[in-house]
């Protein structure tokens, strides 16, 4: 007996995108029904997902997509996802108005945004900050002034670390 160790799905996001694109192709095969792609937001807010039940619940999210999102043309977006996987983007860059922002002055709001804008894209590359700086279009050394700047400490701003601890 040889003990393997795999990796869990929050570990391996930049796997995410390949696993879903199997899934999908693999449950379209055996329920009959057209193939569907996953939009960069679904994709994005996928790889933002902690992914509790590992590589099995991603599995079943893309077969309840298939499922619930029949009629919904080629791609699937970010909205059609599952409430859990859904929610776990950051409130400010969803489709949905948050009404804290709305009562803030520009320079919050703008702010607010930020840190969760980058606290969502460093959880998005597991806190690889090089591959974040390339993704969001970056120099890596002006991203660690950004992110000084902002008091976010891999991928959590120090104000929602005061509050967990």
């Not at 696993?19 to 029904?33: C, P």
């Not at 599995?59 to 699937?76: K, Q, S």
């Not at 804290?100 to 520009?106: E, N, T």
């Not at 959880?123 to 002034?145: C, D, Q």
């Amino acid at each position: 007996m040889v003990p393997l160790k795999s990796p869990h799905l929050k570990e391996r996001r930049e796997d995410i995108p390949l696993l879903s694109d199997y899934f999908l192709e693999k449950a379209s095969r055996i329920s009959n029904l057209p193939k569907k792609t996953l939009s960069e937001d679904a994709i994005a807010a996928m790889q933002s997902y902690e992914w509790p039940g590992n590589v099995r619940q991603l599995r079943n999210v893309i077969e309840w997509l298939l499922i619930m999102c029949p009629d919904v043309g080629n791609e699937i977006s970010s909205s059609m996802l599952p409430r859990e996987v859904f929610s776990s983007t950051p409130a400010a860059i969803t489709p949905e108005m948050n009404t804290d922002i709305m009562s803030m002055k520009l320079r919050e709001a703008r702010e607010v945004f930020e840190k969760q804008y980058l606290s969502a894209q460093i959880n998005r590359f597991g806190g690889n900050i090089s591959r974040t700086a390339s993704f969001i279009g970056m120099e890596r050394s002006a991203l660690h002034r950004k992110l000084k700047s902002l008091e976010v400490v891999n991928g959590v701003s120090e104000s929602e670390e005061k509050i967990s601890a």
